[in-house]
């Protein structure tokens, strides 16, 4: 099966550190937001494309494993692989690498969901998110 995959980089801002002059961990979670628009406009799967298809898709759950820190000025690279499955959900998985040394910094996972513009839970893919699956290779007409 063929996997979808992106990536940017970034900067350790001064503003994204804590005391001890590392990333605070919270900061980790905006990195995997702005992977995941990066996504989306390299996929055409962005916020507004899924907003003007009448749906919303919040996170329903964020898992990040720290392993190496991010110091202030460290330059990174976010890798972002969406995970394909039949359900109505939406599923990336992340690394983080400092470039000043390869290392791997961290590594995570996203889930979000379909809701109507109602505010309900969509149990099943919708037609357009499918389309897009059959655009991308993910599945067959």
């Known amino acids: 099966m063929m996997e979808l995959k992106s990536s940017t980089t970034f900067r350790v801002r001064f503003n994204e550190v804590d005391s001890m002059n590392i990333t605070w961990h919270g900061h980790y979670v905006t990195f995997f937001e702005d ?3 990066a996504f ?3 996929y055409d799967i962005d916020y507004l494309t899924i907003h003007r298809e009448g749906y919303y898709a919040p996170l329903v759950d964020i898992h990040v ?3 190496s820190p991010l110091i202030y000025g ?3 690279r976010i890798e972002i692989t969406y995970k394909d499955c039949d359900a109505a ?3 990336f998985e992340y690394k983080i690498f400092n470039l000043r040394d390869g290392k791997l910094a961290a590594k995570g996972s996203t889930t979000q969901v379909f ?3 109602d505010y309900r839970l969509v149990l099943y893919p919708p037609d357009f998110f499918i389309k897009w699956k059959i655009k991308n290779g993910l599945r067959e007409e």
């Open 40 to 42: 989306g406009r390299e």
């Open 115 to 117: 809701m109507d513009k």
């Open 74 to 76: 460290d330059e990174a």
């Open 65 to 67: 494993e720290y392993k």
């Open 89 to 91: 959900k939406i599923i």
């Open 35 to 37: 992977a995941r628009e």
